[in-house]
C-alpha cells in the first residue's frame, strides 16, 4: 500500500527539496505544495520506470555526495586559476575517454551528471554500447591520470551504491 502511495521516495523528497529551493522560502502552504507535487509526479510517472533502482549502502552515498562537492569547490578554484593565469596558448584541452565497468543506466548516468557538474570537465557522449564516455576536459597535460582519477573516485563508489 505504502508502495503504490509513494513509488519512489527518495524521487519525492528531491521534488520537495526543488521545489522549496525555486519557491526560496519556506512556508507551511509552500511545504503541503511541495509535499503534493513530490507525492502526485512519481504516483503519475511510476507505470514509466518499471525497474527502480536499487540504491545500496547509504553511508557510501552520503560519502559520494560530500566528496562531489568538494571536488565541485577545488575544481572551482582550479579552473579560475586556469581562465586568470594561464595564457591560452598553454591552455591543453583534451578528450578523455573512460572505460566503464558500471552497467546500471542510473549509475552511468550520474556519473556523467557528477562529470559535467565539476567545473572544467563535460560528459560529451555515451559509446553505442554503454561501455565508455567521452570527456572534454578544459585543461590536463595527462589523460590517463583524468580517467584513472574519474575512475578513482567516482566509478567504484557508484559500484557500491548501485549494483
Known sequence: MLKRLIPHPILSLVLLAVWLGLVNKITLGNVLLGSFLGLVVPAITAPYW?????VGRPLVVVQYILIVIWDIIV?????AMIVLFKPNAKIQSKWVTIPLELTSPEAITVLAGTITLTPGT???ALSADGGALLVHCLHTEDENAVRD???ARYEGRLMEIFQ
Do not use: E
Open 122 to 124: 563535460v560528459t560529451a
Open 50 to 54: 518499471p525497474n527502480q533502482p536499487k
Open 75 to 79: 575544481a572551482n578554484v582550479q579552473v
Open 149 to 151: 582519477g574519474i575512475k
